[in-house]
């Protein structure tokens, strides 16, 4: 099955910096890369996907890259401002598969 | 719409207890399933279903049942709760047939096994 691995695991950054997770997969066959972002105590919500058609995906300051050969992919977040600070998963989901399989976590702190 | 609702939102159990968390969705989603979520451990499926009376086992299924009878319902059962299924649970949906990847995530349940 699909193993997907998130770095770092912690990220600590101030305010107005860029912060970048990373994500590598290890099936060929995915195809949809979504990101969750969780805030402390809440449930995971969707805040960015993309397709293994697109290299990168733009909204606003978040934005996400594909590398399919190398199978990774990347969230981007730029002019980090503290309510960023949550923690992030990465997922990966191949082509017929039901269900996406998550990477392990990223707690983004940004100090004000 | 509710969306994807979880009870309890917080249970505390002896061991070798059992229960039921509920999970319902009111978006008519053909596929739900269950994670839980540790510390440093990320989501992890426990199990999942693709639509009534069909279900099947994720990465973690040991100790949980779980059952479809309806679209809108997929409870979670736990036989003799252990220390080791100390966690917070999630049930999650999604909708194939629109073409969505999204996994829409309930509220969560935390659950603690003494």
């Known amino acids: 099955g699909e193993n997907v691995e998130q770095h770092p695991s912690t990220l600590s950054v101030q305010e107005g910096d860029s912060a970048v997770i990373k994500c590598t997969y290890s099936?060929?066959?995915?195809?949809?890369f979504p990101w969750y972002k969780q805030e402390l105590g809440k449930r995971p919500q969707l805040i960015i996907d993309?397709?293994?058609?697109?290299g990168e995906k733009k909204d606003q300051r978040i934005a996400v890259t594909l590398n399919k050969t190398a199978k990774h992919f990347s969230l981007h977040i730029t002019e980090t401002q503290p309510e960023d600070s949550a923690v992030y998963f990465c997922?990966?989901?191949?082509?017929?598969?039901?269900?996406?399989?998550f990477g392990r976590g990223t707690s983004l702190i940004v100090h004000p | 719409n509710a969306g994807v609702t979880q009870t309890p939102k917080f249970q505390v159990l002896k061991t070798g207890q059992s229960m039921t968390l509920q999970c319902a969705q009111d978006?008519?989603?053909?596929?739900m399933s269950w994670y839980r979520q540790d510390p440093g451990m990320g989501l992890r499926l426990i199990h999942y279903?693709?639509?009534?009376?069909?279900?099947d086992q994720g990465e973690v299924p040991n100790g949980y049942n779980v059952s479809r009878s309806t679209t809108e319902d997929f409870p979670l059962r736990l036989l003799s709760a252990a220390p080791s299924q100390t966690s917070v649970y999630f049930c999650?949906?999604?909708?194939?047939?629109?073409?969505?990847?999204?996994?829409?995530f309930g509220p969560g349940t935390r659950l603690t096994v003494l």
């Open positions: 999650a949906s999604r909708n194939p047939r629109t073409g969505g990847n999204e996994q829409f």
């Open positions: 099936d060929s066959a995915s195809n949809y």
């Open positions: 993309i397709r293994s058609n697109v």
């Open positions: 997922a990966a989901s191949p082509s017929g598969s039901y269900i996406p399989t």
């Open positions: 978006m008519n989603h053909e596929y």
């Open positions: 279903s693709v639509g009534a009376g069909i279900t």
